[in-house]
């Protein structure tokens, strides 16, 4: 079955920089739209990035200029650099892969900056 398998979570300090991966099995990245989202402590999950089948990218005003989406279709993996990090970044982040008839998730892996 299809698998998306994230790495790259942990504890940071605030100011400093995370790189997340995400990696998929069974499934051909380049035919979907790939996203990562977000559920802090006690609140709802919400979208932070994504980047299209073409590459055009897009991000929540509250990550512009620290985060990059990236992917690359020929090792099936997408990634999230974070930086410049805030404590309320802190949550578990979750990649996300999604076309018209199919949406798979990651297992969601926790991110904690604190000094």
């Known amino acids: 079955q299809v698998q998306l398998v994230e790495s790259g979570g942990g504890l940071v300090q605030p100011g400093g920089s995370l790189r997340r991966s995400c990696a998929g099995t069974r499934i051909i990245f380049s035919a979907y739209t790939l996203r990562w989202h977000r559920q802090p402590p006690g609140k709802q999950r919400e979208l932070v990035a994504a980047?299209?089948?073409?590459?055009?990218?897009n991000y929540v005003d509250f990550v512009k200029g620290r985060f990059t989406i990236s992917r690359d279709n020929a090792k099936n993996t997408m990634y999230l650099q974070m930086n410049s990090l805030k404590p309320e970044d802190t949550a578990v982040y979750y990649c996300?892969?999604?076309?018209?008839?199919?949406?798979?998730w990651g297992q969601g892996t926790q991110v904690t900056v604190s000094s």
């Open positions: 980047i299209s089948t073409f590459g055009s990218t």
């Open positions: 996300n892969a999604v076309n018209s008839v199919f949406d798979y």
